[in-house]
C-alpha cells in the first residue's frame, strides 16, 4: 500500500493535450473519475479544483448549519437538496436563466448539491484522499 502525495494525482498538461488522449485513454480516465477537461497547467486545474472545494465546503457549513437547527441527520441532505429547489424555482420563476442559476446562488453563497465529480475534485491538490458520505 502506497501513500497519497501531497500534490495533484497526475500530471496535468497544458495546451490541449487532452485532445489527443486515445478513446480507450479517456475511457480509463474517466473510469479513474477524471475528465479531459481536468488537464491543463497547474494554476488552471488549481482554479477548477477550488471551484468544487468552495461548492464542497458550502454544502458541508449548511449541513453544519442544519444539524445546528434541529434537522435529524438523516434528514439534513434531503432537506438542503429540497431547500435548493425551491430556491432554484423561485429564482427561474423570477426570471433567471435556468442555465445559470445554479452558478448563480453559488456565487451568493447559497448550497447547490455538489456532484461526485466535484467532490472527487474537491479532494484534488489537497493532500488528503478522503471520500464523504454527504
Given at each position: 500500500m ?26 480509463l ?69 435556468e ?15 455538489p ?20
Amino acid at each position: 500500500m502506497t501513500t497519497p502525495a501531497p500534490h495533484t494525482p497526475i500530471n496535468f498538461v497544458k495546451g490541449g493535450a487532452s485532445l489527443f488522449f486515445s478513446a480507450r485513454c479517456v475511457q480509463l480516465l474517466a473510469k479513474a473519475g477524471y475528465l479531459p477537461d481536468d488537464f491543463g497547467t497547474y494554476a488552471q486545474v488549481q482554479k477548477r479544483n477550488k471551484s468544487a472545494k468552495d461548492k464542497v465546503q458550502t454544502w458541508q457549513d449548511a449541513r453544519a448549519q442544519a444539524l445546528e437547527d434541529g434537522v435529524p441527520p438523516d434528514q439534513v441532505d434531503d432537506h438542503l437538496r429540497r431547500q435548493h429547489a425551491e430556491e432554484r424555482d423561485r429564482r427561474i420563476e423570477a426570471g433567471a436563466s435556468e442555465a445559470d442559476v445554479d452558478r448563480q446562488m453559488q456565487a451568493d453563497g447559497q448550497p447547490v448539491p455538489p456532484s461526485q465529480h466535484e467532490r472527487f475534485l474537491a479532494e484534488c491538490q489537497s493532500g488528503a484522499a478522503k471520500s464523504s458520505s454527504s
